[in-house]
């Protein structure tokens, strides 16, 4: 499977816009993008995912470079409740397993 | 509809021992995946099942074993626990675990050996 490249951590003032960044450089053309997020003690829960066009969603939206090599999450207006770690994950619509492989994911705090 | 739901939520047991978690998925789900989560390993897929029957696995001892009952509910079992099978253990639910499908996890059970 492509893997995926995150920054270990990121801050971020509350109400203000964050930008999440993941690297795929080694996407195949039949990969989506999917972002899954995991709130302290809690399982993780998905975010949102992508193909070739930008999408928005009510939780963000997914910004997905022109040569497909590289993704960033973007929460609008971040809150508390948004810390949490984030994964970019990718999943190949062509195959068989459905289970997810994380890497070890952005961990983002949010400062009031 | 109600969410995954996994029993027990906190478990401490002795090396040696073995254990049995519980996981319900959401209703009309087939498909139940079990993750490994540690500090130094992250998350990590144990295995699914669809349809009672294992259909996929991660790469885990053979002391990790897991089975699914016709109602979709399914459960995990470690034998002679060690002390790094310390860990929080989340299942996942999805229709039929295709790859697309959404994952939809349960608040897991923590583990801890002694």
């Known amino acids: 499977d492509a893997k995926t490249t995150q920054p270990n951590s990121m801050e971020s003032n509350e109400e203000e816009p964050v930008h999440l960044p993941c690297n795929h450089s080694?996407?195949?053309?039949?990969?989506?993008i999917h972002w899954y997020r995991q709130l302290p003690s809690q399982g993780p829960e998905y975010v949102i995912h992508g193909l070739t066009s930008n999408v928005n969603n009510r939780m963000a939206s997914l910004a997905i470079a022109e040569d497909r090599k590289s993704s960033t999450l973007i929460l609008h207006r971040a809150t508390l409740r948004d810390a949490a770690v984030y994964y970019c994950?990718?999943?190949?619509?062509?195959?068989?397993?459905?289970?997810?492989?994380f890497g070890k994911g952005t961990k983002l705090s949010v400062k009031p | 509809k109600a969410g995954v739901t996994q029993t027990p939520r906190y478990l401490i047991k002795t090396r040696g021992q073995q254990v049995t978690l519980s996981c319900s998925p959401i209703s009309g789900h087939r498909s139940v995946s079990w993750y490994q989560q540690t500090p130094g390993q992250g998350l990590q897929f144990l295995f699914e099942?669809?349809?009672?029957?294992?259909?996929n696995k991660g790469n885990f001892p053979g002391r990790f074993s897991g089975r699914q009952f016709s109602n979709s509910r399914s459960e995990m079992n470690v034998s002679t626990l060690e002390l790094g099978d310390s860990a929080l253990y989340l299942c996942a639910s999805s229709f039929q675990g295709r790859s697309l499908e959404t994952q939809y996890f349960g608040p897991g059970t923590r583990l801890l050996v002694l």
């Open positions: 080694t996407i195949s053309g039949t990969d989506y």
């Open positions: 099942y669809f349809s009672e029957t294992q259909r």
């Open positions: 994950i990718l999943r190949d619509y062509g195959g068989s397993q459905g289970n997810l492989i």
